[in-house]
T-cell receptor
Framework: AQRVTQPEKLLSVFKGAPVELKCNYS??????LFWYVQYSRQRLQLLLR??SRESIKGFTADLNKGETSFHLKKPFAQEEDSAMYYC??????????FGQGTELSVKP | DTEVTQTPKHLVMGMTNKKSLKCEQH?????MYWYKQKAKKPPELMFV???????INESVPSRFSPECPNSSLLNLHLHALQPEDSALYLC????????????FGQGTRLTVV
């Protein structure tokens, strides 16, 4: 089965605190994994993809095939990071499947 | 031009109406998608077009009918919808190939009355 699981619907942290948004996937093939972000009243946009191993806006994500995880991390959260975050999996057949999403709230 | 443009932004239609949603991109992307998104929920895949051919239909009811007239345009024809079909309809496009980014439109907010 192809599935993306984000166990936390809401994550609330204070500004400057570390943040980790969890993502686990189930896929028998070689996964393409992404993190998308949706700020209030804005369109869904790509934040990170696993293949590039880059840091965007201070966020990083590492693919752990043994644990089938792709958690998103940031060492020091900022208020402007408050948004809905979706982990997504693209299958070899071309489907882009989203997890349930985690709403991140960064309090001042 | 790195945008996916959707029209209209808002649409209210009755259950007996026929309407169409439009999506346009000029990035040369050969994969295009329709998603449905309810409030506080993730986008749910409806259809995937690859090189203007329908490649994936996620068991969507026939009252939704997609069309890809050319490589830049994607339509979603609506007929005899139900109130529960009210949602944000998102269009996306991406290049073919591995690990490519999908670009999303702003969506059409559909209300069925």
């Amino acid at each position: 089965a192809q599935r993306v699981t984000q166990p936390e619907k809401l994550l609330s942290v204070f500004k400057g605190a570390p943040v980790e948004l969890k993502c686990n996937y189930s896929y028998s093939g070689s996964p393409e994994l992404f993190w998308y972000v949706q700020y209030s009243r804005q369109r869904l946009q790509l934040l990170l993809r696993h293949i590039s191993r880059e840091s965007i806006k201070g966020f990083t994500a590492d693919l752990n095939k043994g644990e089938t995880s792709f958690h998103l991390k940031k060492p020091f959260a900022q208020e402007e990071d408050s948004a809905m975050y979706y982990c997504a999996l693209r299958t070899m057949g071309g489907k882009l499947i989203f997890g349930q999403g985690t709403e991140l709230s960064v309090k001042p | 031009d790195t945008e996916v443009t959707q029209t209209p932004k808002h649409l209210v239609m009755g259950m007996t109406n026929k309407k169409s949603l439009k999506c346009e991109q000029h990035m040369g992307h050969r994969a295009m998608y329709w998603y449905k998104q309810k409030a506080k929920k993730p986008p749910e895949l409806m259809f995937v077009y690859s090189y203007e051919k329908l490649s994936i239909n996620e068991s969507v009811p026939s009252r939704f009918s997609p069309e890809c007239p050319n490589s830049s345009l994607l339509n979603l024809h609506l007929h005899a919808l139900q109130p529960e079909d009210s949602a944000l309809y998102l269009c996306a496009s991406s290049p073919r190939g591995v690990n490519t980014e999908a670009f999303f439109g702003q969506g059409t907010r559909l209300t069925v009355v």
